[in-house]
C-alpha cells in the first residue's frame, strides 16, 4: 500500500491458544454498548467496547470518552507476544466485540491527538473471520481488502493513519461473532 506500513501475521496465535483467549475475553470483559452520533443523528454504537490499559489515562473518540479497566491476566499475555515482536510497550488496548454480522465500524482513521503522530497499532483478531477494509483518502482508487483471521495479527504503523482510511463493513450472511484487540500507545493530553 502507498504511503502505508501495513504488516500482517495470518497465524501468530495458533488456533487452541486464540480460542482459549476468544472464550476468556468474551465471557470476562466488561463489554459496553455507548451512544455515537453521526451526521446529527444518536444511536447505539453498532458494537461493543471496552478499554484496558495499564494506567488511567482516558481514551476518546467520536465523543466518546472511554475510562480505561486494569489489564487482565489474557491481555497481558497477548500484550506481552505483541511487544516481543515489535518492541514497543503498548499502554492501552481497545477491545469491540462484533456480536454478528450486523455489527460494524465504519470508515475512519485512529488519529486522534493522544495517540500521536504516526501512531503503531496492533490489531488482534479472535474468532470469526471478517474482511478489512482500507481506502487511501486522497486517491480513493487505491483501495485495499484483508480477510482477518482467527488468531491473526495485523500492524499499522508510520504513515498508514494519516493517509488512509479502514473500515470493518456488514455482511448479510450470518456469522458468529469476533473480538477485535487494538494495542495502542496513549498518550496523556
Known amino acids: 500500500m502507498p504511503e502505508a506500513s501495513v504488516v500482517y501475521y495470518p497465524s501468530f496465535f495458533n488456533p487452541t491458544i486464540a480460542d482459549t483467549l476468544f472464550n476468556t475475553l468474551l465471557k470476562e470483559?466488561?463489554?459496553?454498548?455507548?451512544?455515537?452520533?453521526?451526521?446529527?443523528?444518536?444511536?447505539?454504537?453498532?458494537?461493543?467496547?471496552?478499554?484496558?490499559?495499564?494506567?488511567?489515562?482516558?481514551?476518546?473518540?467520536?465523543?466518546?470518552?472511554?475510562?480505561?479497566?486494569?489489564?487482565?491476566?489474557?491481555?497481558?499475555?497477548?500484550?506481552?507476544e505483541i511487544e516481543r515482536i515489535t518492541t514497543t510497550a503498548f499502554t492501552s488496548c481497545l477491545l469491540n466485540l462484533y456480536r454478528d454480522g450486523q455489527d460494524s465500524n465504519g470508515w475512519h482513521s485512529d488519529n486522534e491527538k493522544e495517540l500521536g503522530v504516526d501512531p503503531i497499532i496492533i490489531s488482534v483478531n479472535l474468532?470469526?473471520?471478517?474482511?478489512?477494509?482500507?481506502?487511501?483518502?486522497?486517491?480513493?482508487?487505491?483501495r485495499q481488502k484483508i480477510?482477518?483471521?482467527?488468531?491473526?495479527?495485523?500492524?499499522?504503523?508510520?504513515?498508514?493513519?494519516?493517509?488512509?482510511?479502514?473500515?470493518?463493513?456488514?455482511?448479510?450472511?450470518?456469522?458468529?461473532?469476533?473480538?477485535?484487540?487494538?494495542f495502542r500507545i496513549i498518550n496523556p493530553t
Open 29 to 80: 470483559t466488561p463489554w459496553q454498548q455507548d451512544q455515537i452520533t453521526v451526521y446529527g443523528k444518536t444511536h447505539p454504537q453498532p458494537r461493543l467496547t471496552a478499554l484496558y490499559a495499564d494506567n488511567d489515562t482516558t481514551y476518546t473518540y467520536a465523543n466518546i470518552t472511554m475510562q480505561p479497566n486494569p489489564f487482565t491476566k489474557a491481555l497481558l499475555q497477548i500484550k506481552h
Open 127 to 142: 474468532g470469526q473471520e471478517r474482511i478489512f477494509h482500507f481506502k487511501h483518502k486522497k486517491n480513493t482508487a487505491w
Open 147 to 182: 480477510r482477518l483471521e482467527h488468531g491473526s495479527i495485523l500492524i499499522t504503523k508510520g504513515t498508514t493513519q494519516e493517509n488512509w482510511l479502514h473500515q470493518l463493513p456488514k455482511v448479510k450472511k450470518s456469522i458468529g461473532p469476533r473480538i477485535n484487540l487494538t
